[in-house]
T-cell receptor
């Protein structure tokens, strides 16, 4: 497809479980961002990839959160020992050199 | 840390009235971007401003970047129901981090 895709669209899990959220960026986009958006808030920066490397992971809230992009395309955000406070919409965006970010539809994570 | 604030948080207007949202950063920005997010949707890029004092127009939308590159505004003339949504400004910080503003939620009453 032409846009950024994210799977799953919805994820319900229990407190303490492990989850993986996937992002497929626009083909050819070297930059990839992960954000977290809570209801009524703006997107909160989590991590930025340039190619395969995490160029900036300063937004990850703690060491339960980790993200990879092994081949410089698809990225996976991994959350260990989920907590109720992790419930939010997780957004992925990709970008080329122009800085314009194209967002995916997001994954709505609910931790019960 | 950097903060990007927007005012107002909410705005209700009658269809046909004008609307303005203001964005203020605690630090100087190399550029500023504006996004629109419809209810239940994801942010969609509107425009990027780079130069100090820059003004850009897109039909009924006028975007302005402040002289000090720390503030910006979005003005919509003669709002329509299709303008409903939350408008976010966003800017880069220390190279790779990207901070979004708190957003202004616009409701247009037909």
């Amino acid at each position: 497809g032409a846009g950024v895709s994210q799977t799953p669209s919805n994820k319900v899990t229990e407190k303490g479980k492990y989850v993986e959220l996937r992002c497929d960026p626009i083909s050819g986009h070297t930059a990839l961002y992960w954000y977290r958006q809570s209801l009524g808030q703006g997107p909160e920066f989590l991590i930025y990839f340039q190619g395969t490397g995490a160029a900036d992971d300063s937004g990850l809230p703690n060491d339960r959160f980790f993200a990879v992009r092994p081949e410089g395309s698809v990225s996976t955000l991994k959350i260990q020992r989920t907590e109720r406070g992790d419930s939010a919409v997780y957004l992925c965006a990709s970008s080329s050199a122009t800085d314009t970010q194209y967002f995916g539809p997001g994954t709505r994570l609910t931790v019960l | 840390g950097q903060q990007v604030m927007q005012i107002p948080q909410y705005q209700h207007v009658q269809e046909g009235e004008d609307f303005t949202t203001y964005c203020n950063s605690s630090t100087t920005l190399s550029n500023i971007q504006w996004y629109k997010q419809r209810p239940g949707g994801h942010p969609v890029f509107l425009i990027q401003l780079v130069k100090s004092g820059e003004v850009k127009k897109q039909k009924r939308l006028t975007f302005q970047f402040g002289e000090a590159k720390k503030n910006s505004s979005l003005h919509i003339t003669a709002t329509q129901t299709t303008d409903v949504g939350t408008y976010f400004c966003a800017g880069p910080h220390t190279g790779n981090q990207f901070y979004f503003g708190t957003g202004t939620s616009l409701t247009v009453i037909p």
